[in-house]
């Protein structure tokens, strides 16, 4: 069953599931914190814009702190790209 208005897509093995202001990312059985989904919610908070992130990480916990670490990366750059850094 599809969600309404959801986008789905597929990047270097990662399933990515966006009905905004949410994006969910779930790791390809290859990638070291298999199995492992990141919940993004795109907020604004004192007029900037911002990221919430939620990880559910089954793997060790160094592949689990490897992956959080990318992703806070990627928050960094769609933020920027969103204008919300400064």
Same mark, same amino acid.
């Given at each position: 069953?599809?969600?309404?208005?959801?986008?789905?897509?597929?990047?270097?093995?990662?399933?990515?599931?966006?009905?905004?202001?949410?994006?969910?990312?779930?790791?390809?059985?290859?990638? &070291? !914190?298999?199995?492992? +989904?990141?919940? =993004?919610? *795109?907020?604004?908070?004192? $007029?900037?814009?911002?990221?919430?992130?939620?990880?559910?990480? &089954? !793997?060790?916990?160094? +592949?689990?702190? =490897?992956? *959080?670490?990318?992703?806070? $990366?990627?928050?960094?750059?769609?933020?920027?790209?969103?204008?919300? !850094?400064?």
């Amino acid at each position: 069953m599809a969600l309404p208005g959801a986008k789905t897509s597929e990047q270097q093995g990662w399933l990515a599931v966006e009905q905004m202001p949410v994006m969910w990312s779930f790791s390809p059985t290859s990638h &070291e !914190a298999y199995p492992a +989904a990141v919940k =993004r919610t *795109v907020v604004q908070r004192d $007029g900037r814009i911002d990221i919430d992130m939620s990880v559910l990480c &089954e !793997a060790p916990k160094p +592949a689990c702190d =490897r992956l *959080v670490e990318s992703f806070k $990366g990627l928050n960094e750059q769609m933020k920027r790209r969103l204008g919300g !850094a400064r």
